[in-house]
């Protein structure tokens, strides 16, 4: 159905910076939302942004400022830059897509995760 590659997690000090990407491809009519959540462990999977692509970004109170969700709609790819990056920002990070196939049903699909580790 759709295939969604994550890349850019890694290790990085306190302060630093990275820059996610997630790239869908497949059987795409459409793609609605394109958004981020973060897992980190002994926590519930919370949303850290997410674009509609119609209206205004959406992101979580703890990241507003620093993090930035953009997306290529012409690659069906949603990007993360995250700056001033904190420990606790330190999780294993999902892309998510709403996506409607080219048969016309909608569907809701996860990227296998990166891991982001804010440590000195």
């Known amino acids: 159905q759709v295939h969604l590659v994550e890349s850019g997690g890694g290790l990085v000090q306190p302060g630093g910076s990275l820059r996610l990407s997630c790239a869908a491809s497949g059987s795409i009519f459409s793609i609605n939302t394109m958004g981020w959540y973060r897992q980190a462990p002994g926590k519930e999977r919370e949303l850290v942004a997410a674009n509609t692509g119609g209206t205004s970004p959406n992101y979580a109170d703890s990241v507003k400022g620093r993090f930035t969700i953009s997306r290529d709609n012409a690659k069906n790819t949603v990007y993360l830059q995250m700056n001033s990056l904190k420990p606790e920002d330190t999780a294993v990070y999902y892309c998510?897509?709403?996506?409607?196939?080219?048969?016309?049903?909608?569907?809701?699909?996860w990227g296998q995760g990166t891991q982001v580790t804010v440590s000195s």
């Open positions: 998510n897509v709403k996506w409607r196939a080219t048969w016309g049903l909608e569907y809701d699909d």
